[in-house]
């Protein structure tokens, strides 16, 4: 088990269909202990009866919209767990208007909120965690982004810009925190049915099209994106940072 004796938080479960589960999953038969996070303006009932199925596991709510919020939220981890070995970002969000029209009609309030809460609030959480010294040596962070942010996908919009943010910030985070040995790295998951991919138009056809496309011609699992996340928690990945790492059964190298 290649996170034996690793504590891990899993920043964004939502439900059973929440890449963050797949990741959770991975992470707990690799040996880790899992801590969530989860949306302050979800029902904290429904997200503990969930996650009630990884033995040990408890979840804070945590706004990623607000660092106030973010610290408080990693000082209780770090009060009931002690220092940990990773984080896990699966956190993303734009208005549905901006999802919907053209990227062209995109609001100026729009743009900053998807790239505030989708990129922005990942480099406030490496740098808190820092702050509050809550890291154990060696730790490493790890990202969702999606292949939006390098090629036009059809209603992507905005949220390609933000992830292009998100891609970026890690190549810099990675430079920061490589000073105390932290590793910062994204993983670059194929598209999967969760609550936010419902807000992409046409999210069906995407599916579609990278199944016959793909070279391994399946879509991925949550499960198999959480296998690359526990990847990049481990020593094994230790060597490994500022990097985007695709988890698409190969679907962005092909061309025609
Ligand atoms: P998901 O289950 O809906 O997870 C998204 C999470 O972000 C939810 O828990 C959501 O909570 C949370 N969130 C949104 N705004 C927040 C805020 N202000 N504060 C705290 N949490 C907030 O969908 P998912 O597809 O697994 O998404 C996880 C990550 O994977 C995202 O970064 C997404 O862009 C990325 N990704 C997804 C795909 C895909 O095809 N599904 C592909 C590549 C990458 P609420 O729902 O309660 O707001």
């Known amino acids: 088990m290649i996170l034996e004796g690793k504590k891990v938080v899993i920043m964004g479960i939502r439900n059973k269909w929440s890449i963050a589960w797949g990741a959770a999953k991975s992470a707990y038969e690799q040996g880790a202990q899992v801590i ?8 904290e009932d429904k997200v503990q009866a969930l996650i009630s199925e990884i033995p040990g596991s408890k979840s804070y709510p945590c706004d990623a919209g607000s660092d106030e919020s973010i610290r408080k939220c990693l000082e209780s981890i770090k009060k009931d767990f002690g220092k940990v070995d ?3 970002h699966s956190i993303a969000h734009a208005f549905t208007d901006d999802l919907r029209n053209d990227f062209i009609n995109t609001s100026r309030e729009g743009y900053a909120h998807a790239c505030d809460i989708s990129a922005y609030s990942f ?3 490496a740098r808190i965690a820092k702050e509050l010294d809550m890291l154990n040596e060696g730790a490493s962070f790890v990202t969702f982004t999606y292949f939006g942010s390098e090629k036009v996908m059809e209603g992507y919009n905005v949220m390609g810009v ?8 890690i190549k810099y985070m990675a430079k920061d925190l490589g000073k105390e040995g932290y590793r910062v790295n994204a993983v670059s998951a194929g598209p999967i049915k969760t609550l936010s991919a419902k807000g992409i138009k046409d999210f069906g056809s995407i599916l579609d099209v990278v199944e016959q496309r793909a070279p391994l011609h399946a879509n991925v699992t949550t499960k198999q994106v959480g296998d690359v996340t526990a990847f990049l928690f481990s020593n094994l990945a230790s060597a490994v940072t500022g990097e985007v790492i695709h988890a698409d059964n190969g679907f962005n190298v092909t061309g025609i």
């Open 36 to 43: 969530f996070t989860h949306n302050a303006a979800e029902s």
């Open 86 to 88: 990773g984080i896990l």
């Open 123 to 125: 480099v406030a959480t």
């Open 162 to 169: 933000a992830k292009a943010a998100l891609e970026t910030s």
